[in-house]
């Protein structure tokens, strides 16, 4: 070996050194092309030179060119017609840009990471003091490891570019439903809200049934219109049902629908569901059916058809189905109480929303909340809660959950008689038997019929009134107080 092929080789690896050094950190694509351009063209001594990245489907990624026409597709056409299938296998090609003169050479290398074909290197017109002279296999050779390396470092680029996408869409996904969260009226920022929040936004798109478990009061209608929200149906119709606020026969026809002449005077009214037809129908309460409504919705579920109260044409309907409920459904179907095919159609995915108790730390952010609402509303503006107030709240257990602290913080609005608000108006039974908390043995049926013995004995036993503060209607009300025997007779 002469001793100018001896410094030649020694000069190529000090190359492949030095490049390995450079892009030991992740470097953006464009730069790695550019590298990789003027190392090559640079060290094999050629007059011009090209290289394309590609993208999976073949479109031209980035491109950078000396001499040549800076387009792959241009370059492509001065090689033969099977160039990217013997790149794609790992080896180099050549050609003669004038076949009158061979030392016209073009020598393509491919940019390979393992299997994968991220592009090309074009080098051409290699010039030495004796002119103008072909590429040798040397050249090749070096040029492959070249290319190489240099692949390796735009495949990993890409992978960290793509995560960063990823990333970003991440966070702009999550504070674009932190936003539509707290304009629904659901704030919160600890765990399991979080916890939860990332379940929306996940199942939300998709377009399977939801069912949503969770305490009375916790916010389950407030979670549907989140997924309504970032559904694809946002444009369309957000229909709530509370199937608990009904008797059997008014609910078949306000969910169904019924046709005209079913009875004397009575005139053709679309249900909910075809109401619903291109959005989001949401059942509250939907363990409240009774068994034969629990059929026809399971034929809606299955068939995406139904037929009006009355009626025999099939009505095909177009919605996705969101379903809530704060009952042992699972136990209901083992007592046959509710149907076991149609309860596997609903709980497609489950979106359990915590109890206030289980997020307190969410407590302040809720208070300033309603008092921001209910201050403006009542006409009492800069009112303040006071921090003995504050710590109230936080050791309180909230069996109503953030029904009955929204409840809560609209009397002590109403009924401070300063500029703050004092734990005394409050008003929170938190002692002797009042304090719903201080019997872990109590169900949760115990548990509802306390909060509503409360609630009464706070309005003045006026049901209309207890029924509007507990959110339920004023016929769901007097069920619950019947199927409810008093606390004291259970535990004799």
């Not at 040397?138 to 735009?154: E, G, K, N, P």
């Not at 710590?391 to 300063?418: C, D, K, T």
């Not at 949760?444 to 509503?452: M, V």
């Amino acid at each position: 070996m002469s001793t100018f092929d001896r410094n030649w080789r020694e000069l190529q690896l000090e190359t492949l050194v030095d490049l390995s050094l450079t892009i030991g950190r992740v470097r953006p694509e464009e730069l790695l092309v550019e590298e990789l351009l003027q190392r090559a063209v640079g060290n094999l001594d050629a007059g011009s030179g090209l290289v394309a990245t590609l993208h999976p489907g073949g479109q031209e990624a980035v491109v950078r060119a000396i001499g040549l026409p800076p387009s792959f597709e241009a370059v492509r056409g001065l090689f033969p017609a099977d160039l990217l299938e013997e790149l794609a296998s790992g080896r180099f090609v050549r050609t003669h840009r004038d076949q009158g003169d061979p030392a016209f050479e073009l020598l393509a290398a491919p940019l390979r990471a393992g299997r994968e074909f991220l592009g090309v290197v074009v080098l051409g017109d290699k010039e030495t003091r004796a002119g103008r002279v072909p590429f040798t296999d040397s050249d090749a050779r070096f040029l492959l490891s070249l290319c190489s390396m240099i692949a390796t470092a735009v495949a990993t680029s890409r992978s960290v570019a793509a995560i960063e996408r990823d990333r970003q869409r991440l966070v702009d996904e999550n504070r674009k439903l932190r936003d539509v969260a707290r304009r629904e009226g659901f704030i919160g920022e600890s765990p399991p809200v979080k916890e939860m929040l990332e379940t929306v936004r996940r199942v939300a798109p998709t377009g399977v049934n939801v069912m949503l478990r969770g305490e009375s009061g916790v916010g389950k209608e407030r979670v549907a219109r989140l997924l309504h929200s970032f559904s694809e149906r946002s444009n369309g119709p957000f229909v709530p049902l509370n199937c608990a606020a009904l008797p059997e026969s008014l609910l078949e026809a306000e969910l169904f629908g019924i046709e005209e002449g079913v009875a004397t005077g009575v005139q053709r009214r679309l249900g909910k569901i075809e109401l619903a037809d291109g959005g989001i129908l949401f059942l509250d309460e939907v363990g409240d059916l009774t068994l034969s409504l629990q059929a026809k919705l399971l034929r809606l579920v299955q068939e995406r058809e139904f037929e009006r109260l009355g009626g025999r044409e099939r009505i095909p309907v177009d919605l996705h189905l969101v379903t809530a409920t704060n009952r042992d459904l699972e136990a209901m179907v083992g007592d046959g109480q509710f149907r076991q095919d149609l309860y596997y159609r609903l709980r497609v995915v489950v979106v359990n929303i915590a109890p206030l108790r289980d997020r307190r730390t969410d407590i302040p952010l809720l208070v300033r909340h309603f008092l921001e609402f209910y201050c403006e509303r009542f006409g009492r503006p800069g009112l303040k809660l006071s921090n003995d107030a504050l710590a109230a709240l936080m050791s309180f257990s909230f069996p109503g959950n953030v029904r009955e602290l929204e409840n809560v913080i609209q009397a002590a609005i109403a009924l401070a008689p300063g500029e703050f608000i004092t734990k005394d108006d409050l008003r929170l039974h938190t002692d002797g038997a009042d304090a719903p908390v201080t019997d872990v043995t109590m169900t949760l049926d115990e548990l509802e019929q306390l909060h509503i013995e409360r609630v009464l004995q706070a309005v003045s036993g006026n049901r209309t009134a207890a029924a509007r503060v507990l959110g339920i209607d004023r016929s769901t009300l007097y069920r619950k107080m019947q199927q409810n025997a008093p606390i004291d007779a259970k535990r004799d």
